[in-house]
């Protein structure tokens, strides 16, 4: 079996709908069934789509990123598929939730504070980070944060703008501010995460899509038969790192990590 491991930024950074990963049947849901078990072909399929992406990281080369985004799209696309023809219709979301990720993508530049989502929901800003906590994973405050650091990290990478302008786009009046609140979320100054995407030297351009990269760990499959898969979801967080488990039913102890 194969573990695959990637983070949302990997994916968000470069897809035009920040809310793709929220579309997955099964990723943010409360409760409701997590694991789907594939048998026979469709297991073949999806192992076969994983050692293809786990070739791609043991030989990486620049266009590598590209690549291992397509595979893991089309991965994701291809689980949502037989989730639901397996559970039926996707388990219903709190409203209140899916509105505040339609609040927060459509206001994100020009309220960066819990209260005016709070205000706009017409409940307290406990309550909403109660609500945001347990159907989201986090606090209100925490998924503006990840959205607003998402877009500057997307004006990086995708114009030719500089972090003062992009810092005054989204709603930052000190682009030295603007600047400290990117590093605290990224690692890395604007100038430098620009630099660092679109001119690195060989090395450190290996070095960066290796941590960026979705990465696999394996354990030997039965030695007889096509084993089935159990995936497993993991409560996944906007930006920050998530486990997908394709596993076989005798999992090794103690578990394996990236």
Known sequence: GLCLFFTADFVESFFADPLFLFTLPYFHREGGNMRITLLGPKASALARRLKAMQREIRKLRADSPHALRAALYEALIHLARVYTAKTGAPVRENPTAIRLRQLIERHFRENHQPRDYARRLRITAGHLNHLARRHLGRTAGVLIRERLALEAKRQLLHTEATAAEIAYALGFKDPAY?????????????TGFRIGATEPSRASRRASVAREAPSM??????????????????????????????????????????
């Open 178 to 190: 603007f600047a400290r609140f990117f590093k605290r979320e990224s690692g890395s100054s604007p």
């Open 217 to 258: 760990l394996g354990w030997p499959a039965p030695k007889s038969g096509t084993p089935p898969f159990q995936v497993t979801a993991a409560a996944m967080m906007a930006g920050e790192p998530s486990t997908r488990e394709m596993k076989h039913s005798s999992r090794p102890s103690p578990r394996q990590r990236a």
